[in-house]
C-alpha cells in the first residue's frame, strides 16, 4: 500500500505521502486511513481510497514538518483529530509523537 516513497530530494522537506490518520470515516470507502497531498500553502489530505478528505492548515503542516524535520518522518500515522474538514479552521493537528520533544 506504499505507493508514495520518493526519497527526500529536496532541501525542503516534504511531507506529501506522510501517512495520517483523520477522525472521521471516508464516505466511499469508510476508511480512516490517509497521507498528505500536495497544496498551495498547505497540505492535503487524500483518501487512501485517493478521496480528496480535505486540508491541512499552514499552522499544522509546519507544524508537521517540524516534527519531521527534528525526529523524521514518524513510523505511525499522525492522527488528525479535527474532522478533515474543520482541521484548516481548527489549524489543530494532534501528533502523539510531536506533544513531548526529545531535547
Ligand atoms: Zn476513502
Redesign the pocket.
Known amino acids: 500500500m506504499s505507493r508514495v516513497r520518493h526519497p527526500s530530494g529536496r532541501a525542503d522537506t516534504s511531507l506529501v505521502g506522510l501517512a495520517i490518520v483523520v477522525p472521521t470515516?471516508?464516505?466511499?470507502?469508510?476508511?480512516t486511513a490517509?497521507t498528505l497531498g500536495v497544496g498551495r500553502g498547505q497540505a492535503s489530505i487524500m483518501?487512501?481510497?485517493?478521496?480528496h478528505?480535505g486540508w491541512v492548515s499552514h499552522a499544522s503542516y509546519n507544524f508537521i514538518a517540524e516534527t519531521v524535520r527534528l525526529s523524521g518522518r514518524p513510523t505511525e500515522p499522525i492522527r488528525i483529530r479535527a474532522p478533515a474538514r474543520t482541521a484548516a479552521a481548527l489549524g489543530a493537528v494532534a501528533a502523539s509523537q510531536a506533544t513531548a520533544p526529545c531535547n
Do not use: E, I, K, Q
Open positions: 470515516p471516508c464516505p466511499r470507502c469508510n476508511g490517509a483518501c487512501a481510497c485517493g478521496r478528505r
